[in-house]
């Protein structure tokens, strides 16, 4: 199974300042049907469930603040706020779905 | 909007089984592939089982090999999991969860995740 690990485990960032979260997958997750990685970035706060964020690595979902980046390739992987707002305080996850057998990250709790 | 409602979740004991619905609606169900996720207490997200828009093809985590079951009955919109031989570490809440792209035959994001339902398995 592909292991995908997150750093940092948590992070504490001022009020519009810039948070990044790094994955790295234990190898390439590139889709040769459509040259894309398949990686994804969910947001869970407490008591919710997870909420997509980017997919493809960089595609933000709708709806989803353009605050919210994704970017990387081959095995490793970021996921920026680029302006932390009070809202944006939760756990993030990244997600290969590359193989049938999908993992996440453990997970990256981001607070102010 | 989209919506699944995940049921069945409780207390059981080791060796018990446990079957979890998930309701869906708003959507075209039987055209997607559905998943289920669980997360323990405090802990991370955990993918266990997929299940094809046509039911053709499924996956488990090894974990729940032999053990777990994901089917689906389209004329109810309805994902299910058969969870026989439960163990403590089976202790979690159990998402259900739907692809983002319809018929798809290789893998894709999940998009849309229900509340969950809760599973104790303890003696």
């Known amino acids: 199974d592909i292991v995908m690990t997150q750093s940092p485990d948590s992070l504490a960032v001022s009020l519009g300042e810039r948070a990044t979260i790094n994955c790295k997958s234990s190898q390439p997750i590139l889709d040769s049907s459509n040259n894309k990685n398949s990686l994804a970035w969910y947001q869970q706060k407490p008591g919710q469930p997870p909420r997509l964020l980017i997919y493809?690595?960089?595609v933000r979902e709708s709806r989803v603040p353009d605050r919210f980046s994704g970017g990387g390739s081959g095995t490793d992987f970021t996921l920026t706020i680029s302006s932390l707002q009070a809202e944006d305080v939760a756990v993030y996850f990244c997600?290969?779905?590359?193989?049938?057998?999908?993992?996440f990250g453990h997970g990256t709790r981001v607070e102010i | 909007q989209v919506q699944l409602v995940e049921s069945g979740g409780g207390v059981v004991q080791p060796g018990r089984s446990l079957r979890l619905s998930c309701e869906a609606s708003?959507?075209?169900?039987?055209?997607?592939?559905m998943h289920w996720v669980r997360q323990a207490p405090g802990k991370g997200l955990e993918w266990v089982a997929f299940i094809s828009y046509d039911g053709s093809n499924q996956y488990y985590i090894d974990s729940v090999k032999g053990r777990f079951t994901i089917s689906r009955d389209d004329s109810r919109d309805t994902l299910y999991l058969q969870m026989n031989s439960l163990r403590p570490d089976d202790t979690a809440v159990y998402y259900c969860?739907?692809?983002?792209?319809?018929?798809?035959?290789?893998?894709?994001?999940?998009?849309?995740w229900g509340q969950g339902t809760t599973v104790t398995v303890s003696s």
């Open positions: 493809w690595a960089s």
């Open positions: 997600h290969q779905y590359y193989t049938d057998i999908r993992t």
């Open positions: 969860a739907k692809d983002l792209y319809s018929r798809r035959s290789t893998p894709c994001p999940v998009n849309v």
């Open positions: 708003r959507f075209t169900f039987s055209i997607y592939g």
